[in-house]
């Protein structure tokens, strides 16, 4: 077939068809905002302490029966323990006072083994209260919420060969109604590990849903229209959903009814199966020429154009082109080297950015209101790195942000608790330049790669970010032991990735390489002096190249 841009340019740029796909498609991103990260309010955990049966203490040992400790300065309830509650009970019927005539650090302790007292002053019910996932099983809250990135790695792997071959709008709704029945399923768990196997099936069907919808809006739209949505379209659509997600979770405070209610919102898109078609280039690569015109000349009505008589005309064979893998990107050093700098900067900025996400329901101050800020400091930062994108340097914009990103979490270990203002100020920031980055990565990566291998190594990439993503909660656990501890580690490993970004090649004002000889001429840490490489090409003979020191690019020198 023929090019596709040019066989539909009497389509033109705008027009109704493109602004009613352009929206419709983007409605879709909102529910993945407001399914991703409901894990925030769902496995908050609330202040707590051990529970105290009814055993006729007098009313000083019933509130000194749960020793003081210290937690960041501040003396608190103990969580996890309490003293023994046989002694205290002869104790009380001894007459005895607490502090008076009773030294309570001499007191034995034991474990909460009557269960624990959760505050209702925030969450009504989470899975944290109802399955008790605190002191010794408290680990299990992070890795609940890993499981929703290892279900974004299984979907991000399989949801481009299920587009592929069934089509882009088929898995579009497909994902929509896995989305759909998982959350449904996951608001009914019995158990954590119900809860955790159903968060797998979330995440593999929002991954794929973004994906899907992403790839479809880029093959339906227009060129003008394609940048729209890729750069800010479906970034934007899918902040709404994270900013409506805080004032959902607020207004529902159990959390299998807030489950429930997320669920129920993906009906509202039933209707869309009507108004978004399928993307006319998937349809030609399968041979379905017809469909695809249909849905073109359906396209040029509403734009009121005139399509012409044949669209889509037959051309000359397209010679097989090589297939590649993995196998080539370890195969050079210089690609090599670029594709393991690009993999730590994924994973670093993925940390960052998920582990502010996560980490908004244990600042101080509502934790509703702090979602919302995090959401809400994304949508300046996609608008603005759109902007500068344009004209600015890659590899300093990138590392500007990184920089900013990562300084202001290590400044917060030295706000005192007196200015937590000052502190949630300076985290929103970091959101700002974490998502900054996100959006540079993203373009970078993608221009550095030539066409044979750029979805190979923008697969790897991806790949790098689960990894980066699934670890987390991980780092947000580290709190528990410190509240400083997740800022040093995530701000550390971002100030060095700016490092290793000032090693990468610029790609400014430079043509995207299309093969891997291309990408190897960059300038780097890794490919050492460059040299200019003459190829001598002569009748009946081998090509046969001659190396000599220079700075500029390949020549050919016929003879």
């Known amino acids: 077939m023929g090019d596709y841009d040019e066989d539909t340019a009497f389509l033109g740029q705008n027009g109704p068809y493109f602004w009613n796909t352009f929206f419709l498609l983007n409605t879709v991103f909102v529910s993945t905002g407001f399914n991703g990260l409901y894990i925030v309010f769902v496995g908050a955990t609330p202040k707590h302490h051990c529970l105290i049966p009814d055993v006729n203490l007098t009313e000083e040992w019933t509130k000194a029966i749960v020793p003081l400790t210290t937690a960041d300065g501040e003396e608190v309830q103990s969580q996890c323990s309490r003293y023994r509650l046989d002694v205290v009970r002869n104790l009380s019927a001894q007459g005895l006072v607490p502090g008076r005539d009773v030294n309570l650090t001499d007191l034995e302790q034991e474990r909460c083994l009557d269960g624990w007292h959760y505050s209702k002053d ?91 919808a992403f790839v479809l809006g880029t093959e339906v739209l227009s060129k003008t229209m394609r940048v729209l949505f890729t750069t800010l379209g479906a970034f934007l659509f899918y902040c709404i959903g994270y900013m409506t997600l805080p004032w959902i979770a607020y207004g529902i405070r159990e959390w299998r009814t807030l489950l429930a209610v997320l669920s129920m919102t993906s009906v509202v898109y039933i209707p869309l199966w009507w108004f978004i078609p399928e993307s006319p280039r998937w349809l030609i690569t399968q041979g379905r020429i017809d469909e695809a015109e249909a849905i073109v000349r359906e396209a040029a009505r509403k734009n009121k154009v005139e399509a012409p008589p044949v669209i889509f005309k037959e051309s000359e064979g397209i010679s097989p082109s090589r297939t590649y893998s993995m196998l080539d990107v370890l195969k050079s050093k210089n690609i090599r080297c670029i594709t393991l700098m690009c993999l730590v900067l994924w994973m670093a900025i993925n940390i960052g950015y998920f582990g502010l996400s996560l980490n908004t329901s244990n600042l101080s101050g509502d934790p509703f209101m702090n979602c919302f800020l995090s959401a809400a400091s994304e949508v300046p930062a996609y608008i603005v790195s759109t902007c500068l994108l344009r004209r600015c340097p890659r590899k300093a914009l990138l590392s500007s942000f990184l920089v900013i990103g990562g300084g202001v979490l290590l400044l917060i270990q030295f706000i005192p608790n007196t200015l937590q203002y000052v502190a949630l100020a300076l985290e929103m920031t970091g959101k700002f330049g974490f998502t900054m980055a996100f959006s540079i990565v993203y373009i970078y990566t993608a221009e550095l790669y030539p066409t044979v291998l750029r979805n190979v190594g923008m697969g790897m990439c991806s790949s790098a970010a689960r990894i980066g993503s699934i670890t987390a909660p991980y780092v947000i656990y580290l709190g528990t032991y410190n509240k400083v501890l997740p800022y040093i580690v995530m701000g550390s490993l971002t100030i060095a990735s700016s490092v290793v970004n000032f090693f990468l090649p610029e790609t400014l004002n430079r043509d995207l390489p299309e093969t891997m000889e291309q990408m190897q001429e960059y300038q780097g840490l890794c490919n050492g002096p460059k040299k200019r490489n003459y190829v001598v090409k002569d009748e009946g003979r081998r090509n046969r190249p001659i190396q000599c020191e220079a700075k500029s690019d390949v020549h050919t020198l016929p003879l």
């Open 122 to 212: 925030i969450y009504r019910s989470n899975i944290v209260t109802e399955w008790d996932l605190v002191c010794d099983d408290k680990w299990k809250v992070p890795f609940a919420s890993s499981t929703l990135f290892v279900g974004y790695l299984f979907g991000s792997l399989i949801s481009g060969h299920l587009s592929d071959r069934y089509g882009r709008k088929k898995v579009v709704f497909i994902s929509l109604a896995a989305q759909c029945l998982s959350v449904l399923l996951q608001s009914f768990s019995h158990s954590w590990r119900m809860f955790c196997i159903m968060f797998l099936f979330v995440g593999a069907s929002q991954i794929s849903l973004y994906i899907s």
